[in-house]
């Protein structure tokens, strides 16, 4: 892995101008502390774009890209990307297993540099750089330990879907909302900025899902543990170049996730209701003793 230490660059030639679309968060350097996690495969052809856009963004953060072993060389891209910009580092893995295994390959390394909030995101322009800004300062300011970029909360939605597509994702999320009893409206979403803490707290080991699943889960988990959630409205944009990893079984994979979950959920609880009730029982049981035999 590439490693050095941030530094605060130049602004890049052509860049926009300081002032944001989005309101910024109101921190001294931008994206001090933030680590974005990249998971790549074949993304060669975007890299260096989306690399240099979420710099220009957050300025003082470091992006890390998780790279499964590209064929198409995405990986030296990025390990050539790591040289010229100390605020690039670059985790090389054996091979393509899974979007989730690299997410948690990433969000270690993440933690083990001392990162106080970690963003995962796409690499294929499908979220815009524009709003890690907005994103994290939620976290920044101690508003929240999760933020969901969401396209399915007002103000959000997404562009150049088909219409099963749209029905799929909104349904997926609807779906898992309901049955997990989760409060965020775009659960499949991997837009997120995480408190450090909150990624800490979450068992990477119990953590089995990919894909949409893994995002589900990821909610569910930080939802189970305390942590206070919110969502900012994202306009979701398709993929600018290479084709979409989205697929049927990854499709089913949630759906049986949401409801392995669920089970479990219900599990825990008539487990604890059941020793609850064997303790309440013993209590009984022994203050009876006690004043029979007064």
Do not use: C
């Amino acid at each position: 892995m590439t490693s050095h230490e941030p530094r605060q660059p130049d602004r890049p030639s052509g860049a926009p101008p300081a002032a944001a679309p989005r309101p910024a968060p109101a921190i001294d350097a931008p994206g001090d502390g933030v680590w974005v996690v990249l998971p790549t495969f074949n993304e060669s052809d975007n890299l260096a774009g989306i690399a240099g856009a979420i710099l220009h963004h957050l300025p003082a953060g470091t992006l890390l890209v998780v790279d499964d072993n590209s064929p198409d060389g995405t990986g030296q891209l990025a390990d050539r990307l790591a040289r010229d910009d100390d605020r690039i580092r670059v985790r090389h893995r054996p091979g393509k297993r899974g979007l989730g295994r690299a997410y948690l390959d990433g969000f270690r390394v993440a933690l083990e540099g001392g990162a106080r909030v970690v963003v995962q995101m796409d690499a294929d322009w499908s979220h815009d750089p524009a709003v890690l800004p907005e994103l994290v300062s939620s976290v920044v300011g101690d508003a929240a330990d999760l933020v969901i970029g969401s396209r399915y909360t007002r103000g959000g939605g997404v562009t150049e879907w088909g219409l099963w597509r749209r029905l799929v994702s909104r349904g997926g999320s609807q779906f898992a909302r309901a049955v997990l009893r989760l409060a965020p409206h775009d659960l499949t979403g991997g837009f997120k900025a995480w408190r450090a803490a909150t990624l800490e707290a979450i068992p990477f080991a119990g953590v089995h899902a990919g894909g949409y699943a893994f995002q589900i889960e990821m909610t569910y988990r930080a939802s189970r543990a305390g942590a206070r959630l919110t969502e900012i409205p994202i306009v979701f944009r398709d993929r600018r170049v290479g084709q979409s990893k989205m697929s049927r079984r990854i499709v089913v994979e949630a759906l049986l996730v949401v409801v392995q979950l669920r089970w479990d959920q219900l599990r825990r609880r008539r487990t604890g209701l059941r020793l609850r009730r064997q303790r309440a029982g013993r209590w009984r049981g022994s203050t009876g003793r006690g004043r029979r035999s007064g």
